[in-house]
């Protein structure tokens, strides 16, 4: 039977566990831990520090921000992965072919990424490009909603057949403003006509194939004054008429596009409220401090349905399988192109 986990995910500090970490991760509150670039050397290393994470606390989640391109937190001991745009280039001259290589590259970030010990990559990007965001870009597939869906399905068939969990982002689509939600506080102003018509098919289209889903720090004003996020409405809206059963997990409550919701404690409250099933507070140990309170006598399920179920694959045995050989290939070659350019 599936045991509740505490709805908190946060980050560590450093390559190794501290003791500081070692106390925070034996708190009932936390669910999950999220790997940032500072916590990673190689992949060797990325092994070692899960395995010792999960010394701690065998039960918590272990997640990474791993789309290819410029989100990429571990580079090295891996496949170097091109950006989502650079899969998709010649879908409309060939697409067959370009809709095997997403799913070669979700198939191959799932092995790589699973045999490092971790359980959830934060990817695909299903975000509709417009031309105008720069946070999404070039993680997007394309600016036309059919081709987001049909690539980002492919990326997910591969990602299951890796037996890793994907997780849609950033609902209902980041790809319309201008503004990065890192930095800023990012306002749609577009109608529901347009969102639904555009931004939403692909988080439509896939919502059943996706095991978990992220919320956009934006408010779209035509339906909510809050961010999607912290919006009973919007997350009510992917429950119901969407029809999405996963886990729900917050973008980082650190942004400051979470900052309308008031301090990290009344972020975490907001978001768990309006249908998160998982906070991440990152980057800032004292607001996860701070967030600790909130986050008690509060566990779901939903979250730890996600740990990799399969028996883990071993980085040094894949280079046998001709499919990584080839995959791996192609994928560093894309990748290459573009870090050239």
Excluded at 134 to 141: N, P, W
Excluded at 151 to 170: D, P, Q, R, S, T
Excluded at 270 to 288: E, I, Q, W
Aim: hydrophobic share 40%; glycine share 10%; net charge negative.
């Amino acid at each position: 039977m599936t045991q509740p986990l505490g709805p908190l995910m946060l980050d560590i500090e450093g390559t190794r566990l501290t003791s500081e970490d070692n106390d925070l991760l034996t708190r009932p509150e936390v669910g999950g831990v999220i790997l940032f670039s500072r916590n990673i050397e190689d992949a060797d290393q990325v092994q070692h520090l899960c395995a010792d994470i999960r010394r701690v606390r065998p039960d918590v989640l272990l997640g990474i921000d791993q789309e290819g391109g410029r989100v990429q937190r571990l580079r090295k001991g891996v496949t170097r992965m091109p950006s989502m745009s650079v899969l998709a280039e010649g879908y409309h001259d060939a697409p067959e072919s370009v809709t095997q290589r997403c799913q070669d590259a979700g198939w191959l970030l799932g092995l790589e990424m699973a045999a490092c010990g971790l359980d959830v990559v934060f990817a695909p990007v299903l975000d509709v490009d417009s031309g105008i965001s720069s946070l999404i870009g070039d993680r997007s597939f394309s600016g036309e909603p059919h081709v987001v869906t049909t690539l980002a399905g492919a990326f997910i068939n591969g990602m299951h057949e890796a037996g890793m969990v994907a997780v849609g982002k950033h609902f209902p689509g980041h790809g319309g403003v201008a503004m990065d939600s890192h930095h800023e506080f990012p306002i749609d102003p577009r109608s529901m006509e347009t969102l639904r018509a555009r931004d939403l098919v692909p988080f439509a289209a896939l919502a059943s194939r996706l095991e978990g889903m992220m919320p956009a720090h934006v408010v779209y004003s035509c339906f909510d004054e809050r961010p999607a996020g912290f919006s009973p409405n919007w997350l009510g809206m992917l429950r119901e008429d969407v029809g999405f059963k996963g886990a729900i997990f917050s973008d980082d409550l650190s942004m400051v596009g979470a900052s309308v919701a008031g301090d990290v404690a009344q972020r975490v409250s907001a978001a768990l409220d309006a249908g998160c099933d998982m906070a991440l507070v990152c980057n800032d140990r004292d607001a996860v401090m701070n967030a600790l309170p909130v986050c008690r006598d509060r566990q779901g399920k939903r979250q730890a349905r996600l740990r990799y179920g399969r028996a883990r694959p071993n980085l040094a045995s894949l280079s046998a399988l001709s499919r990584w050989r080839r995959a791996h290939a192609r994928l560093e070659a894309l990748a290459s192109q573009q870090s050239d350019h």
